[in-house]
């Protein structure tokens, strides 16, 4: 299973920020112990999103502004980053490394992106430590190499995926569902193909039977010829940002009915990392490479 890090990119933040940016790092470490163990891991280094991929989906002015530095103070605070040099290279790489992920994954069957689910990141903006839509760029890439007609984004990430539901908003081609709570961020939500809003403290019971009902409306109604799963760590109970009560054993088998629906249904996975806000990085990585071990084949404890 091909995984594609881009962590080796530093993402410079002052201190005290409260995005975990080091869990990358800390994730990729962790998978490659594993390998180094034999797990049927190998890591590849993404490619840089070029203009022509980002521009299938954002629109020209704000990838620009992105590029040159030109955002305005509103637009920096939108995102919750300060603009750097280095924020635009790891933008670009982690976006690659979707796109690369999905290329991987149509080859293999799944593969994965050990960051991204920027799924805040719309047309014209960046917001919630998200600059741009790595799925959707993903998305659209594939349909311009013809590789695939329909793609659909199953999102787990505890917040709404708001980016990605106003790209697609027009396009029957990609098929956006999205599980999260409903109080959460973001306050705006825009709809998407399937939206299951949750309450604030749903455990593994409901969510697991929700989810189940969205995963097998969502593989009956896309005709996906791929998946990009955005599994994120931040429905954890313990998760700071979160405001859902979901285990580790909850969020495995999360994982598991997603793996298992894909299989019937024949169509390759590729994986993005999504959130994770747990003060203890560790929780963090034991949920994102479980969901990495999973899809390699390989058990998990």
């Not at 975990?20 to 180094?36: F, S």
Request: charged content about 25%; proline content about 5%.
């Amino acid at each position: 299973m091909r995984l594609f890090p881009s962590d080796r990119y530093p993402l410079p933040l002052p201190d005290g920020h409260r995005f975990p940016a080091a869990k990358y790092r800390l994730l990729r470490q962790r998978l490659e112990g594993h390998a180094a163990a034999g797990a049927p891991l190998e890591f590849v280094e993404p490619h840089a999103a070029t203009d022509d991929e980002l521009l299938r989906v954002h629109d020209r002015g704000y990838v620009g502004r992105v590029l040159g530095g030109r955002l305005s103070h509103d637009e920096i605070r939108r995102i919750g980053f300060p603009w750097s040099p280095q924020l635009v290279e790891r933008s670009l790489r982690s976006t690659g490394a979707a796109i690369d992920a999905a290329a991987a994954a149509l080859e293999d069957g799944v593969a994965a992106s050990l960051a991204g689910g920027t799924h805040h990141a719309g047309t014209d903006w960046g917001e919630g430590y998200c600059v741009f839509n790595d799925t959707a760029v993903a998305a659209r890439e594939m349909q311009a190499r013809g590789a695939v007609a329909r793609v659909m984004i199953l999102d787990c990430d505890v917040h709404q995926g708001n980016g990605t539901a106003e790209i697609f908003a027009d396009d029957d081609t990609v098929f956006t569902m999205s599980i999260h709570g409903a109080k959460n961020f973001p306050l705006r939500k825009f709809p998407g193909s399937l939206d299951v809003g949750l309450d604030d403290g749903v455990g593994d019971d409901e969510y697991l039977t929700k989810l189940a009902a969205a995963v097998d409306e969502s593989f009956a109604r896309a005709g996906a010829d791929l998946v990009l799963y955005i599994a994120g760590a931040d429905p954890y109970a313990g998760d700071r940002l979160g405001r859902l009560a979901l285990t580790k054993a909850g969020l495995a088998e999360r994982d598991r009915m997603v793996f298992a629906a894909a299989r019937a249904a024949g169509t390759p996975v590729a994986i993005v990392c999504g959130g994770g806000y747990c003060a203890d990085l560790d929780r963090i990585v034991d949920i994102h490479a479980a969901t990495m071990l999973m899809a390699a084949g390989m058990p998990i404890s």
